[in-house]
């Protein structure tokens, strides 16, 4: 049975990033010995090889709408070091796409509001905003960023109404979730998401991974319970979880992953990722990809290549389909029980 669901690509337009988070792996690719981080730049090439330009990038976005995408979202690294992130997100809105979102650290945010006295035709920012606390904050991203991020997100809420807030759940930080949901309200972000943390066993995986996942991951239903503390009035389903209201309107979602999706590949699939597939990636490479993860066995497409020998639609339609009609399954105690983890 086909699912409505309207699709979004994700879009790493930065290979890097301007903060230095502890939980950002990327795939451990380095310049000197700084690790980079680009957790969502899914490439297939080395950095060295360069990144496709823009105007590439157009070309591609027009055939994925063509094959029925409708929302994009700009990821990286950092996307908003890409200085042309305003044009994409303007040209995506030529091209038809009703969703237009942007990911960032929000360090730049402020700063842009200002010097162009407004934003692009964005529909949604969401900001990586882990915690209220200043100093667990700033601890978390590696440098003196919270007030910086604060003011961004209160300028920028001048000129755009949803901004949300991303928080990834952690076991140690459940006491705080009345306080943080209460400031993003009082601050400019019109609604949170709360993240369920995500494990990525591949033969990168460390011990301390393995064992801050197994000591901190929180399941929806343990969010819900906290959230119900705090007055809920509202809950439906979403694409990728729950939708809840408030007792005083605020909007949380949160991730459940119990809902995924799976490709016969994932069945024999090394890292059988807690994810699995749930839309489509570009990397700053060009690189096509639906695994959330650089190791898995989803195949993946030379979006460059295609493009030049008139393949790309022919490509992109059954992975656009795939999306739509794959059902649902309950894969997370198979992920639970494939890695040996118990939580
Ligand atoms: S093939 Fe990709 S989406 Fe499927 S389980 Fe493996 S990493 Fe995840």
Known sequence: MKREFERNVRIAIAPICNMN???????????????VAAMEDI?????????????????MLKIFYKVGFNGISLTGGEPMINDEWD???DSAADIGFTRREITTNG?????????HKGLPKLTTIKVSFDTADKDSFNTITGGNNFDTVVNSV??????????????????????DLGDYLEFCSEN??????LMELYAYPDENWSVEERNFFISQYVPYQKTYEALVELGVIDESRHRYGHSVQLHNGFKVLATDSTY?????????????????????????DGTITMC????????????????????????????????????????????????????
């Open 21 to 35: 988070c502890i939980y950002c792996v990327g795939d451990n690719r380095k310049i000197g010995n700084r690790r």
């Open 43 to 59: 490439r297939n090439t080395p950095l060295s090889c360069g990144c496709i330009s823009t105007a590439q990038l157009l070309e």
């Open 107 to 115: 360090l730049l945010l402020g700063k842009y509001c200002i010097a």
């Open 87 to 89: 044009y994409i997100i």
């Open 260 to 284: 995924t999706i799976r490709d016969a590949e994932c069945k024999s699939c090394k890292v059988f990722c807690q994810q699995g597939k749930f839309t489509v990636r570009i990397a700053t």
């Open 188 to 193: 400019g972000f019109a609604s949170a998401n």
């Open 292 to 343: 959330p993860n650089f190791n898995g066995n989803l195949y993946s497409i030379n979006g460059i290549e295609c493009l030049e020998n008139g393949t790309l639609e022919k490509k992109l339609q059954p992975m656009f389909e795939s999306l739509a009609y794959t059902p649902e399954e309950n894969a997370f105690q198979d992920f639970l029980d494939r890695h040996h983890i118990e939580v």
């Open 154 to 175: 209160r300028i920028a809420s001048k000129y755009i109404e949803n901004i949300r807030a991303n928080r990834v759940m952690l076991k140690d930080k459940m006491d």
